[in-house]
């Protein structure tokens, strides 16, 4: 019975690393419509960014994420408006194509500079400290502040998207871009910074990927399909949605895990297909799209 | 004659598929044909080997191009039946103790029936949704078959020589072309290849040519306007992702029994199956016959020349198919039959007017 129990709560602490994840995609569909097949690549490419900062400077990595950050909204920034702004339009298969173009030169330049060896964010005694919740059961720090920072980019992106001025355009242009444009709101512009922000939050589920476990340059694309499946099941349009389809992942991921070592990607799968038969527009949806 | 007969307007134009090019085609296509499968009288075995793979990765992009480029359904997850297709090959032939030439069809056919039920649930996706789906699918059927310890589970199995040998064809051509039996192993594969890939082009081109072809190239142009027409989009797409499953199930246990070698994780690979494809597809043309031939033939160099690369090779592939989608997205064949008016594959119907026979306009 304990050890059902402490399966569950893995599962909603492993919820928020893949909500994370799903979260900078969640924002990529919901503004710009845009499918961004190289996600996960993006997500690992900031991990070795934060890994090299770290040991460069000598510093923690919980201090190099905060030099990380803005680097990588002026690289989001750039790539949307450099790259990305130039294959949006009816036409599905430029940005797809792009993206997955993307994703393999991420993924191979990855794999030139820093080979094929397994890396980790090392952030001292942080990584295996553990609370004790009694009945034989603990959470490690880690997973839980994952949780949490999970929780608190969901609550950062409602304010920004519902609170503020580039929140509105950002609503706007994902409505209605013509009408937006006419309205005076610079949509490539409006575009590029969402993308940014999304670079922020990749950097923020980076850090955590890191600290949580080995990752090598190939790993991106199994943690694309987690947060494609997280955004899916939580329903389109919806950040608390993607949180709680993030956690319904993490959930069937530990319960098949328990059942067999070898079933942990396969139930979440399983689980994301299953989800689609029965509710093909999610938990929570909230957008037409 | 009554005078109302007379007032009858004779028609005044003519619908023409192909032209002069596409004649020349054709002839050359025949000759290339008969020397293709002559070839191996004089050619040596790494060129055979060559050419195998030639023949499936052309077979592949024909199969994605009418999936994507004709139905709009852009898959990520084509790597799903060529596993498949692998797979079930091994079980039929290792298992089942069948003989290898009989597997092939029976892997398209289980193939297409394990694509209806897929089908019934990505299609629940639409668009680029879609895509990322069909990679899940595809996913699952890797973690499947790892799973399936007769068949080797994760670390894959072998085809041992006694079956990869055991094709009727190949004492023969031991004899014919006095070679041993690896050799004659090769060129059995060869032809059965050529034999896949010409009955791809042939496929292809029939249903592009048949009047679910031009429902095909109406959804392709404006899938509304087709639909509000009479064209029953989910049928026509549904009969599409069967038929191309099928087919890529056919090409993955050919892929496999050349391999003679399975792993799910090379089965199942998205960047053997799906990556290298979209790129020959893009690079060479989406949405015309011709687009794939010469995207498979640019692909085949730059993987023989430049392969050793490795990493900077495929950052230069995924370049190429970046630059081409921003800057030429109809590929390269766009660019020529723009240029010329150029038509090898007469699948398009022209409406050629009496009174100017040359002011064509295409339908």
Known sequence: MTGWLDALIQGVLLGGLYALFAAGLSLMFGVMRLVNLAHGDLIVLAAFTILVIAQKFGIDPFVAVLVALPILFVVGFLLQSVLLNRTLGRDLLPPLLVTFGLSIIIQNGLLQMFSADTQRLRSGAIETASIALGGGIAVGVVPLLTLLSAIGVIVMLNLIFYRTRIGRAFRATSDDPEVAQLMGIEVKRVFATAMGLAFVVIAIAALYLGLRANFDPTIGPARLLYAFEAVIIGGLGSFWGTLAGGIVLGLAQTIGARIDPEWQVLAGHVAFLVVLVIRPRGLFPRAQD | MTPDAADKPTPSFRIERGGRAARLAAAGASVVLLA????????????????????????LAQCW???????????????????????????????????PLLAIPIAGAVSALLALPTALIVFRLRGAYFAIGTWVVAEVYRLVFAQIKPLGGGTGTSLPPAITSSMPAIEWVKVLFDVRTPAARDIVSYWVALALAAATLIFVYLILRSRRGLALGAIRDQELAASSLGVDIYRVKLAVYVATAAMTGMIGALIYLQKARISPDAAFSVLDWTAYVLFIVVIGGIGTMEGPVIGAIIFYLLQRYLADFGASYLILLGTLGILIMLFAPRGLWGLVADRYNLTLFPIRRRLILAAEDNGAGEV
Request: proline content about 2%; glycine content about 16%; charged content about 5%.
């Open chain 2, 65 to 99: 191009n009418l999936l994507a480029g004709y139905a709009g359904l852009i898959s990520v997850g084509q790597q799903a039946f060529v596993g498949l297709g692998g797979y079930l090959l091994f079980a039929l032939t290792l298992v089942g103790g069948l003989d």
């Open chain 2, 36 to 59: 293709l499968v002559l070839l191996p009288a004089f050619a040596g075995r790494n060129l055979i080997q060559d050419l195998i793979f030639l023949f499936y990765m052309l077979a």
